[in-house]
């Protein structure tokens, strides 16, 4: 029996030791900030690619503030511009305009840190003291906790949610140990029974299956972690692959964690004359990496940009959302098929491997309504999106392009590449 008060005596002195060492020590590393009485409604946060975004208001009295931005705050600050609007005694903010831009999170340190909306004000009695107000962020989502998966480079896993303390959105940033996880998911057009466009004895598959496994090579070379939808024979010559459902092509991107999705692809036309390079995006988005990817090709081998002008946004990029008609054609023939109506809206992008790997932000929609029929993307309205697209590499229905194309196979992955690593090297 003194064994065991003695036992827990010490246990006892131990925590109290504890105690007063994080009171007087660690308390006094990390000071805790004094926040105001009002509170910023959060109504929408998501990660597309590896770009953290969130929007926000907050109302209050005094509005002519100096500067406004977002704050990670974990004895230092690590701060972030913001775009504000005013109106009355209400403030409107958002991190960016862009769904593949905004707060760069892969690169922060380990450890736990609090985001805090930060306005300044002109102090008119020291002006060489600014004053700061903190505000705390309430999460009104339903998005209650999230995790993010940095890139490998970082190795990091990233939980978002509100702590109890301020009552604000937490980051807590730990080692990832998770070996499935990947930077970068490659889907090789069609395979299998599904050839694609055809050209004499040449297939789209066949050659999309060539570029993705040296484009993959390459990338691994710079170490940067790929996942491949499929390899090479993995699909029979009597199958097709299922797109969606568990390890379906349009879901293995999310189920890896990948921040990035790129799906090869060769074009053809009724027209032989139509030819050159495309590359597919979403919309809302800043469209400087499909251009130096486009223009990286098209400055370094014979192709040029295509002479296609649906859907072109500049040379050689395009985005297509459906459209009204396109909405109403999708939907045709459900009804008699016994088939639920999607939730399909000119917000969806057309190209399903962009749409759905993206969640809500590309508008995807293939939730359980037919799920014996068609399947289901567990991801479908998930606030984590891979940033996606999608690559037409020459038109096989053109000669000059075909000629190309048989002898740049490994130039064209090489310089998709290098616009790949050029991007994931941008620390925002």
Do not use: W
């Not at 925590?15 to 660690?26: H, K, L």
């Not at 511009?81 to 005013?86: H, L």
């Not at 399909?344 to 190209?351: D, E, H, P, Q």
């Amino acid at each position: 029996m003194k064994k065991l008060f003695g036992t827990l005596f010490i246990v006892v002195i131990i925590g109290f030791v504890g105690y007063f060492v994080y009171i007087n020590y660690i308390m006094d590393v990390i000071p805790k900030i004094d926040v105001e009485e009002e509170v910023v409604n959060i109504d929408e946060y998501y990660i597309y690619g590896n770009h953290f975004n969130i929007k926000g208001d907050l109302k209050i009295t005094d509005i002519n503030y100096e500067d406004i931005a977002l704050v990670l705050y974990n004895g230092e600050e690590k701060v972030f511009d913001v775009n504000d609007e005013k109106s009355g005694t209400d403030i409107s903010f958002t991190t960016s305009e862009y769904i593949n831009e905004g707060m760069y999170i892969d690169n922060l340190d380990r450890g736990i840190y609090y985001l805090f909306l930060k306005l300044t004000y002109e102090n008119k009695e020291d002006k060489e003291k600014p004053i700061y107000k903190y505000y705390v962020l309430k999460n009104n989502t339903d998005y209650n906790e999230v995790t993010y998966y940095t890139l490998s480079k970082y190795n990091n896993k990233i939980i978002i949610n509100s702590d109890e303390e301020y009552g604000t959105f937490m980051f807590k940033v730990s080692e990832n140990k998770d070996n499935e996880i990947y930077d970068i998911t490659i889907d090789p057009g069609h395979g299998g029974l599904d050839s694609g466009a055809l050209s004499g004895s040449y297939k789209e598959s066949d050659f999309a299956m060539n570029i993705s496994l040296k484009l993959k090579s390459y990338l691994e070379s710079k170490n940067i972690k790929v996942k491949l939808t499929h390899d090479k024979d993995d699909i029979p010559s009597d199958k097709t692959m299922d797109e969606y459902n568990e390890h379906g092509r349009a879901v293995i991107p999310n189920e890896v964690k990948s921040k990035y999705t790129f799906s090869i692809h060769i074009n053809k036309n009724v027209s032989s004359s139509v030819k050159g390079i495309e590359v597919y995006t979403p919309d809302n988005i800043n469209y400087d990496f499909a251009k130096d990817i486009v223009n990286n090709i098209i400055n370094n081998t014979d192709f040029g940009y295509s002479t296609n002008k649906m859907y072109r946004v500049s040379d050689g990029v395009y985005t297509h959302n459906f459209t009204e008609a396109e909405v109403k054609s999708s939907l045709n023939g459900y009804k008699e098929k016994g088939y639920k109506a999607y939730g399909v809206t000119t917000n969806s992008n057309y190209l399903y491997m962009i749409r759905e790997t993206g969640g809500y932000l590309t508008g995807a929609y293939v939730d359980d309504s037919n799920p014996d029929k068609v399947g289901v993307n567990p991801y479908y309205n998930s606030n984590i999106g891979n940033e996606s697209y999608l690559l037409e590499l020459s038109y096989l229905s053109n000669s000059s392009d075909l000629n190309i194309l048989l002898k740049s196979e490994e130039k064209l992955a090489t310089l998709i590449g290098e616009s790949i690593v050029k991007e994931l090297a941008i620390e925002k």
